[in-house]
């Protein structure tokens, strides 16, 4: 099945600066990857996702960057601000449709 | 529904004593998921529903911990005998299943055995 590993734990940034998330997936079948933040106490919440048939998606302050042929995707947060203090997930879904989450980031942007 | 919906949102029990968790997913999710989440921990995976197809059933830590899924609809996980290892999140997620995979989670029950 589907193995997704995730770097780095955890994270701390100065408000302003960027930050980068990786993950990397064992399935060369995956077509999907999407990136959720859980704020302390709360649900997981889908903030964006990429497809295999693209190599990078945007979205104000987020992007994902996706690299098939190395089987690593990346999320980036440019003008951190306190409020994306948070666990970031990865997850991969593999050719048997299952997600397959990361074990997360601790991101804490400090003011 | 307008969301995930799981209930109770929080059950304290005794050791040894069976509890069963509900989980009422967006109408018409094909998949759904189950998943344990202890404090400042990461998404266990426990269960997968897929449509009518057998479920994947990887990820259940024991034969204590078994999941049932009416047709597309409620599901429920049922934790027997349970042990103060047991005490976590426990997070439903749905999803519209093949070709659509963004997954809407549940506000989870917190479980907490003593």
């Known amino acids: 099945g589907e193995n997704v590993e995730q770097h780095p734990s955890t994270l701390s940034v100065q408000e302003g600066d960027s930050a980068v998330i990786k993950c990397t997936y064992s399935?060369?079948?995956?077509?999907?990857f999407p990136w959720y933040k859980q704020e302390l106490g709360k649900r997981p919440q889908l903030i964006i996702d990429i497809r295999s048939n693209v190599g990078e998606k945007k979205d104000q302050r987020i992007a994902v960057t996706l690299n098939k042929t190395a089987k690593h995707f990346s999320l980036h947060i440019t003008e951190t601000q306190p409020e994306d203090s948070a666990v970031y997930f990865c997850?991969?879904?593999?050719?048997?449709?299952?997600?397959?989450f990361g074990k997360g980031t601790l991101l804490t942007v400090n003011p | 529904g307008a969301g995930v919906s799981q209930s109770p949102s929080n059950k304290v029990t005794e050791k040894g004593k069976d509890v069963e968790l509900r989980c009422d997913p967006i109408s018409g999710h094909t998949a759904l998921y189950w998943y344990r989440q202890r404090l400042g921990q990461g998404l266990e995976f426990l269960i997968y529903f897929q449509g009518n197809s057998a479920p994947d059933k990887s990820g259940l830590p024991s034969d204590r911990f078994s999941a049932e899924r009416t047709g597309e609809s409620v599901s429920t996980l049922t934790i027997q005998r349970t042990q103060q290892e047991d005490s976590a999140v426990y997070l439903c997620?749905?999803?519209?299943?093949?070709?659509?995979?963004?997954?809407?989670f549940g506000s989870g029950t917190q479980l907490s055995v003593l």
């Open positions: 997850a991969a879904r593999g050719s048997n449709y299952k997600l397959t």
């Open positions: 399935d060369s079948a995956s077509n999907y």
């Open positions: 997620a749905s999803s519209r299943g093949t070709g659509d995979e963004k997954l809407f």
